[in-house]
């Protein structure tokens, strides 16, 4: 089953890279592109990839996979304590819901179907942060190679992110063409 994931993960990895490296595509259809494989490679019930808003503690979704609005908008997940993980990079991993204290809102998730989340900081540049974040429907205990998988997705969700910035910077500060 470990070169299964192996090849799954490494042909995932590498789609990204290509869908990146064109610059082809919308910066949501990428980060949707990101969070679907995730979900997938996973074997997961979902996940998202949330912007941590400069100057605020909003937690902003900018893609989600597999997850109803109703439980992204519950709060289910201590914002506050949160926030504070993400500016200290620390690697979240809730692997039993029920009988964690940043659970804010249990009934959500059990109305969602998880159990257990993973949750990866990333710093964009100084003054953005992301979290890319995988829902299980049962209790989850990564392996190396799954936390080595997720960091790569989400440092190249990271590199999507900074350059649909530095190309949005790029045709605003150009002339109008008309």
């Not at 249990?106 to 890319?132: H, K, Q, W």
């Amino acid at each position: 089953m470990q070169d299964n994931f192996s090849d799954t993960s490494f042909f995932a990895l590498n789609r990204v890279i290509d869908v990146i490296y064109r610059g082809e595509e919308d910066i949501g259809d990428t980060l949707y592109f990101i969070v679907s494989l995730a979900s997938e490679v996973m074997g997961a019930r979902g996940s998202t990839i949330r912007i941590l808003e400069q100057g605020t503690f909003h937690l902003k979704v900018a893609s989600s996979y597999g997850l109803k609005n109703a439980y992204l908008n519950s709060g289910a997940i201590d914002f506050g304590k949160s926030v504070t993980e993400i500016l200290a990079g620390d690697i979240i991993v809730i692997n039993d819901f029920e009988n964690d204290s940043r659970i804010q809102n249990l009934a959500a998730a059990e109305r969602e179907g998880l159990r257990s989340v993973i949750g990866l900081p990333f710093t964009v540049n100084e003054t953005t942060y992301t979290i890319l974040r995988v829902y299980f429907a049962s209790k989850k205990v990564p392996t190396q190679d799954e936390m080595y998988f997720l960091n790569s997705l989400g440092k190249l969700s990271c590199l999507a992110i900074e350059r649909a910035a530095i190309s949005h910077m790029r045709t605003k500060g150009s002339p109008n063409p008309k």
